[in-house]
């Protein structure tokens, strides 16, 4: 009677045991994340984003400039980006999720990009709208991955540098 009293209880201090080193292998993990990976990731998306809205907005001249801008530099930058945040694959399921969310940002964003290319070389004036939404909704998808992010770190107090997105 008493052995499987002990069985159980030694059963139950690894299982205690095991959840704590997962714990702490989810919070090591997510700590380099936000200190190492979606730094380079945003670096790398922000010089495309700059790029864009060196040509854009108030600083727009011309179609021939916005279109070479885009499909010289800012749609095979994004194009890299996103094969290069593919190859981040996180080990936990909840930062494989959430890492997930941020590449689905990025795809919507190039797709955005992409589309904007093809409706200024057709000189569709929809699609150029189009496009503009797109990334308006890009945008305020990349801002519910930086709230998300910020919870995620603070659920598990990992300290996010302040440079990190969501900080």
Do not use: N, W
Request: hydrophobic residues 45%.
């Amino acid at each position: 009677m008493r052995l499987p009293v002990v069985l159980l209880l030694l059963l139950a201090f690894v299982c205690i045991a095991a959840g704590g080193c997962m714990r702490e292998k989810q919070d090591t993990e997510l700590s380099r994340y936000v200190t190492e990976i979606l730094p380079r990731l945003r670096s790398i998306e922000r010089g495309a984003l700059a790029e864009y809205e060196k040509v854009s907005g108030e600083r727009y001249e011309d179609d021939a400039a916005l279109f070479d801008a885009l499909r010289i530099v800012v749609v095979p930058t994004l194009t890299g980006l996103i094969s290069a945040a593919e190859m981040a694959r996180p080990e936990t399921d909840a930062l494989r999720h959430l890492h997930a969310s941020y590449v689905a940002v990025l795809e919507k964003e190039l797709s955005a990009f992409q589309l904007y290319v093809v409706s200024l070389d057709q000189q569709d004036a929809d699609g150029q709208q189009r496009a503009i939404d797109q990334l308006r909704d890009a945008k305020e998808l990349m801002g519910a991955f930086e709230r998300r992010l910020k919870e995620f770190c603070a659920e598990r107090g990992v300290t996010m540098p302040p440079s990190a997105p969501g900080s």
